[in-house]
């Protein structure tokens, strides 16, 4: 019988490459656990291997293998889950010769039974975890030197994976993060999403080495709604890498679909935000420190499919986060300076561009002649391919090419390839989509043959992980666009083929064209939001279905957020919603929750044009409008700039300057004192002439009281030349209902003998639903969340409005504003339950009844409604369509070259004018029964009988037929559109 023989160990305290840092163990169940190798920079670790041995009988448990360089740290982490705790257990570093190197132990001494350290008695380190430390904690080596035996381990200490440790240093190689560091405290590395499940998610904060971080914290934001959702406290002194790392699972993937930001925030001990920085967009926070602060993007972002083992980064040179810029993803560094970062201002290490400088070049043509894979068995009938996962073979002809011209090209980095010969199957696609950044470019009309895995990417089945490429056939005649039309329910069967719609589609929505290119097209014109025109249970359902039906979205075909040029667009040309699209040929396919086209032929457009303002009459002229965050404090929930306020207030002052109205009921306004009224009154005046408007004043006590404590308020003005505002402030309704939302904020004038009262009023918004229960749970897509709340608020309003009455001594009240509630919801029956008439209904058509649009549904949100006394001095009413109809890359805040100073997009909510008469008018009629479909004006799909007529449904745009197909749809629950939105507070 033949003895193993150990292998050589190399003498301990003369090597260069060794154990550095260990954590096996802490209070609770063991997070964290990692090994820490150092060796001098430029080492290839690659061959060698950490062998993991339990004392209890010797026996090795685990190898983990090292690979790559090691960086300017000098140091590699390797996380490894399930280090045994001790009572000994041990490490062996072994080298690419299978001699060990260092074979170490902790809690005890032991001999190796087997595997590579076989007989080797184990060096116990003289420092243990004794289970109750709390997380983040390690054993370290200490000292200054250049091999193992100048350091010694210590311990328990603050950990400092991929650093080098508290009081070591390396007198050659090794991490020197140069002769100044950081000033200040900053966010320096984050990670939060990643291919598969997330996997060490984690935040890096950096600051000079001793900085005490007690007492600050990291509070993580949720873009959908603003609020916080975890906050991390921080604890202990910096180490000398000038890094710290907080891991941090369960951070948000800016909503899962690229389509909603989420931020965090880093605050000192006094409270004080000191950045507040978001990925994937920008918000607003609600709730915590930062709220009403809007958050920096840092303008880069992991879409679902980064690696593991990226993050991104601040790069560049210098001391403070104002020297640096976001970069990434990029290899993670966290515990260590970036790899493309510098804190002494000297040359920035390290080769940021993440991709190589050239594409491969095509295989061996012969390949063609294999066996492949026919594209319809790996698409299959359903939504997942029934090969999910395994390396197939496949040919067919390049039918879209996304590859852009150059490597980094914003493009979406593949192709499209249809199969040559079709099966007979209807239920099958014949078409997939080539994810391969680096394959040799193709062009439409090769033919390919290539070797890669089977893979879903956001519901969209997708050849990657290629292997092997070859190009078979030059200008091949490409298949037949397949024919489709909206509204279409069966779209899976056409996953990745080329595919034609031959009739005029509408632009309904623009809202993403700036940020990723994006624009929602429909048939038979523009979606109407469902609870505008139905009621939940009475037709709402069916439109919801119908409006996934009739809609497609058009993308661009490059994958990115805010590239120049914008798609589809110019400063000098808008595309409203509106605009039409004769006929469509691409690639269909599906990505983030939508349906969406690849065009693979330039779209023409036939422009809707931009609107001048109504001619309603009336002897005088009465607007509500919400503003949009007009704020005077500068880097909160407004403009950021000087130069930003100054291009908002132009574009806000264009719009109140061309409606000219009496009196304005305007929301969205700053809470500061009537500051930001005064001063917005001041633009005017500017414009219109001195004395020209007024403000009414806030009552004595304002922003202290229930409703009136918001970032935001409402304001009124006035015209003194027109109207005698009676008394001397506005009167203001304090109730616990509004709480969550604005004081109802009203004034009453007198004009030629005539008494009237407006009411501005900005009910809680349908965002923030993380934290609804009860009543105020979102029971329907659209209606949002807090409904009852707004109930609650409608039926207080509506006593206000009696209390109004008997103190004005006038009948003659009118109630405006953002009601955050679609015309067919609770809170608006209730208002008109109360003996309200809707001057949108009495006066408006009902193609033209919307302020708002909301994933491509229009809908009235800014409403006007009156008593009947005032309604029978109502002559007219209009929305001005300025705002929700334009991309908002025409906002103050847009790219450069797109601002203008005009009214057309100075918000997002179009305002609402109506024209008042003071002459002498006969008794009041009874009002229009809100409740019944069939009295004239009612433009509304069900009423309280929940039933819709055929007429009512042909006045949305919608088909009966369509109705039919839509209910499908939901069964399929494959086709809804893309995405909705958050609402806006």
């Known amino acids: 019988m033949m003895t193993a023989t150990p292998a050589a160990a190399v003498v301990t305290a003369d090597s260069p490459v060794f154990i550095n840092e260990i954590h096996y163990d802490d209070e609770g169940a063991d997070a964290g656990e990692f090994v820490e190798v150092a060796a001098p920079e430029g080492t290839d670790l690659t061959g060698w291997d950490l062998v993991f041995y339990n004392g209890n009988g010797g026996a090795a448990y685990d190898t983990e293998a090292l690979t790559g360089t090691v960086g300017a740290a000098g140091v590699v982490s390797l996380a490894v889950a399930g280090i045994q705790n001790g009572s000994p257990d041990g490490i062996a570093l072994v080298n690419p010769a299978d001699q060990v190197v260092e074979f170490l132990s902790y809690e005890g001494s032991f001999t190796a039974v087997g595997g590579v350290a076989d007989g080797l008695t184990s060096t116990d380190i003289g420092v243990a975890e004794a289970g109750n430390e709390p997380d983040g904690q390690s054993l370290q080596r200490t000292g200054t030197g250049t091999t193992a035996g100048d350091f010694a381990f210590t311990g328990p200490a603050a950990a400092s994976p991929g650093a080098v440790n508290a009081g070591q240093t390396f007198?050659?190689?090794?991490?020197?993060?140069?002769?100044?560091?950081?000033?200040?405290?900053?966010?320096?590395?984050?990670?939060?999403?990643?291919?598969?499940?997330?996997?060490?998610?984690?935040?890096?904060?950096?600051?000079?080495?001793?900085?005490?971080?007690?007492?600050?914290?990291?509070?993580?934001?949720?873009?959908?709604?603003?609020?916080?959702?975890?906050?991390?406290?921080?604890?202990?002194?910096?180490?000398?890498?000038?890094?710290?790392?907080?891991?941090?699972?369960?951070?948000?993937?800016?909503?899962?679909?690229?389509?909603?930001?989420?931020?965090?925030?880093?605050?000192?001990?006094?409270?004080?935000?000191?950045?507040?920085?978001?990925?994937?967009?920008?918000?607003?926070?609600?709730?915590?420190?930062?709220?009403?602060?809007?958050?920096?993007?840092?303008?880069?972002?992991?879409?679902?499919?980064?690696?593991?083992?990226?993050?991104?980064?601040?790069?560049?040179?210098?001391?403070?986060?104002?020297?640096?810029?976001?970069?990434?993803?990029?290899?993670?560094?966290?515990?260590?300076?970036?790899?493309?970062?510098?804190?002494?201002?000297?040359?920035?290490?390290?080769?940021?561009?993440?991709?190589?400088?050239?594409?491969?070049?095509?295989?061996?043509?012969?390949?063609?002649a294999a066996d492949a894979t026919p594209i319809n068995q790996v698409q299959g009938s359903g939504d997942v391919s029934p090969l999910l996962g395994d390396v197939v073979t496949i040919e067919g002809v390049v039918v879209g090419d996304f590859q852009g011209e150059e490597l980094d090209d914003p493009s979406l980095d593949g192709f499209f390839v249809q199969e040559l010969t079709p099966d007979a199957d209807a239920a099958t696609s014949e078409g997939v989509f080539v994810y391969d950044p680096m394959a040799p470019q193709v062009e439409v009309g090769d033919v390919v043959h290539l070797t890669g895995t089977v893979d879903e990417f956001f519901g969209a089945t997708q050849i990657d992980e290629v292997s092997a490429l070859s190009l078979c056939a030059e200008g091949t005649a490409l298949p037949v666009p397949v024919p489709l039309a909206l509204p279409e329910t069966e779209r899976e069967p056409y996953e990745g083929m080329l595919v034609e719609f031959a009739q005029d589609l509408t632009v309904t929505e623009t809202y993403n064209v700036g940020r990723f290119g994006e624009i929602l097209l429909s048939a038979d014109g523009v979606l109407l939001e469902p609870t505008d025109v139905a009621d939940v249970g009475g037709g709402a359902e069916e439109?919801?279905?119908?409006?996934?039906?009739?809609?497609?979205?058009?993308?661009?075909?490059?994958?990115?957020?805010?590239?120049?040029?914008?798609?589809?667009?110019?400063?000098?040309?808008?595309?409203?919603?509106?605009?039409?699209?004769?006929?469509?040929?691409?690639?269909?396919?599906?990505?983030?929750?939508?349906?969406r086209i690849q065009p693979t032929e330039v779209v023409d457009f036939e422009h809707a044009p931009?609107?001048?303002?109504?001619?309603?009459?009336?002897?005088?002229?009465?607007?509500?409008?919400?503003?949009?965050?007009?704020?005077?404090?500068?880097?909160?929930?407004?403009?950021?700039?000087?130069?930003?306020?100054?291009?908002?207030?132009?574009?806000?002052?264009?719009?109140?300057?061309?409606?000219?109205?009496?009196?304005?009921?305007?929301?969205?306004?700053?809470?500061?004192?009537?500051?930001?009224?005064?001063?917005?009154?001041?633009?005017?005046?500017?414009?219109?002439?001195?004395?020209?408007?007024?403000?009414?004043?806030?009552?004595?006590?304002?922003?202290?009281?229930?409703?009136?404590?918001?970032?935001?308020?409402?304001?009124?003005?006035?015209?003194?030349?027109?109207?005698?505002?009676?008394?001397?402030?506005?009167?203001?309704?304090?109730d616990e209902a509004f709480v969550n939302a604005r004081a109802p904020y009203a004034a009453t004038f007198e004009a030629e003998g005539v008494t009237f009262t407006v009411v501005g009023n900005h009910f809680k918004s349908k965002g923030g639903c993380d934290e609804a229960t009860g009543d105020n749970v979102e029971q329907f897509p659209g209606a949002g969340c807090y409904n009852g709340d707004r109930i609650e608020q409608a039926n207080a309003l509506a006593g206000f409005v009696e209390e109004l009455q008997t103190d004005s001594g006038s009948e003659n009240v009118i109630v405006l504003g953002d009601l955050n509630s679609y015309s067919a919801e609770d809170p608006i029956d209730a208002l008109l339950d109360a003996?309200?008439?809707?001057?949108?209904?009495?006066?408006?058509?009902?193609?033209?009844?919307?302020?708002?649009?909301?994933s491509g549904e229009q809908g009235v949100l800014d409403h006007a409604l009156a008593t009947p006394e005032a309604s029978e001095r109502i002559s007219d009413a209009a929305v001005w369509h300025i705002n929700a109809d334009e991309p908002r890359l025409f906002e103050y805040s847009g790219p450069e070259g797109f601002f203008e100073e005009d009214p057309y997009r100075a918000s997002d909510h179009d305002p609402v004018l109506l024209a008042f008469e003071l002459g002498e008018i006969d008794e009041p009629s009874e009002p229009t029964d809100p409740t019944d479909p069939e009295e004239p004006g009612n433009g509304g799909v069900g009423g309280d009988d929940d039933e819709a007529s055929e007429d009512d449904l042909a006045a949305t745009g919608a088909d009966i037929t369509a109705i039919w197909f839509g209910l499908l749809l939901l069964v399929a629950g494959g086709a809804l559109i893309l995405r909705r939105r958050s609402a806006k507070a």
């Open 543 to 595: 439109l919801l279905a119908e409006n996934a039906a009739r809609s497609i979205l058009l993308d661009d075909g490059r994958d990115g957020e805010d590239l120049q040029p914008v798609a589809y667009l110019t400063p000098e040309q808008t595309i409203r919603r509106g605009s039409t699209v004769p006929a469509l040929t691409g690639v269909l396919t599906y990505g983030f929750n939508a349906w």
């Open 171 to 368: 007198e050659n190689g090794g991490e020197d993060p140069g002769d100044a560091f950081p000033e200040g405290v900053f966010l320096n590395e984050f990670h939060y999403d990643n291919t598969g499940a997330d996997a060490d998610e984690q935040i890096e904060i950096a600051a000079a080495p001793g900085t005490d971080l007690t007492g600050w914290s990291v509070v993580l934001y949720n873009g959908n709604g603003g609020a916080a959702y975890s906050t991390v406290a921080l604890t202990g002194v910096v180490p000398e890498s000038a890094t710290v790392v907080i891991p941090t699972a369960g951070l948000q993937n800016g909503n899962g679909d690229a389509t909603e930001p989420d931020g965090i925030a880093l605050v000192d001990p006094e409270g004080t935000v000191t950045e507040f920085i978001s990925y994937e967009g920008s918000f607003t926070a609600s709730s915590g420190p930062a709220a009403g602060m809007t958050s920096t993007d840092v303008g880069v972002s992991e879409p679902g499919n980064t690696p593991v083992g990226q993050s991104l980064q601040r790069i560049g040179a210098g001391t403070s986060a104002e020297d640096y810029t976001w970069g990434g993803p990029f290899a993670s560094s966290f515990g260590a300076v970036n790899a493309c970062q510098s804190f002494d201002g000297s040359i920035v290490p390290g080769d940021c561009a993440g991709t190589p400088d050239e594409r491969r070049e095509f295989d061996d043509p012969a390949l063609c």
């Open 610 to 734: 931009r609107p001048v303002v109504p001619e309603i009459g009336g002897d005088l002229r009465i607007s509500s409008f919400n503003v949009l965050n007009y704020f005077t404090t500068l880097g909160s929930r407004g403009a950021q700039t000087p130069e930003d306020f100054e291009q908002q207030e132009a574009k806000i002052v264009e719009a109140l300057t061309a409606i000219d109205a009496d009196v304005f009921v305007l929301q969205e306004i700053e809470n500061n004192d009537g500051l930001a009224a005064d001063t917005l009154v001041a633009a005017l005046n500017e414009v219109a002439g001195a004395g020209t408007w007024a403000t009414v004043e806030n009552p004595e006590g304002y922003g202290t009281q229930v409703g009136t404590t918001d970032v935001i308020t409402n304001a009124i003005l006035y015209k003194p030349a027109a109207v005698d505002l009676i008394g001397d402030t506005a009167t203001v309704l304090i």
């Open 835 to 854: 003996g309200l008439v809707n001057q949108l209904v009495e006066h408006v058509d009902p193609a033209d009844r919307y302020t708002y649009v909301f």
